[in-house]
């Protein structure tokens, strides 16, 4: 029986699964500071549905990246500190981030997820750690739809020039 034949948790990690669990960890963390400072800015309440929804997720993400860090004598990052509650009243009209903004930033992150998950899931050897990251997957993608079809919705996607009229082939 080979090294990596038993157990997965028993398994070593490689440097690179080491490496994209401390990065995702270190990752959630600023996702969670920063959609925190978003529900600060946001007007919409289906939108604040949403980040919540990915706090709850960045959260999650954390907790476990962490705990099978500490489980392999690997150190997490340190936390960051929760950002205060902040009336959107109480943010001046020039530095607020718009509902819109707001939408077009959290798709970029779930897009920027989806291809850091598949990365982990292609480079993993343990068994555990790439269904961990399958599953982180298969969240961000349906969050990815909801961002989506809000944005759509509400009037906030902007998209790229649509080919309306197809150019008429000519036969040679």
Known sequence: ???????????????????????ASMMAR????????????????????????????AELEMKECDTLLTANGIA???????RPEVKLEDIPAGARFTDPEIAAHIAADVATGLVACSQVMGQSIRVDIGALFGKYHVTKAALG?????????????IPPPLQIKRPELVNA
């Open 76 to 82: 997490p990052a340190p936390v960051l500190p929760k």
């Open 1 to 23: 029986m080979g090294i990596l034949s038993g157990n997965p948790k028993d398994e070593p990690m490689h440097y690179g699964e080491i490496f994209s669990v401390w990065q």
């Open 145 to 157: 739809v909801r961002i989506l079809e809000l944005s759509k919705e509400k009037g906030w996607l």
């Open 30 to 57: 600023g996702a969670v500071s920063r959609y925190q400072a978003f529900l600060n800015h946001a007007g919409d309440k289906d939108l604040k549905k949403i980040l919540n929804a990915l706090i709850d997720q």
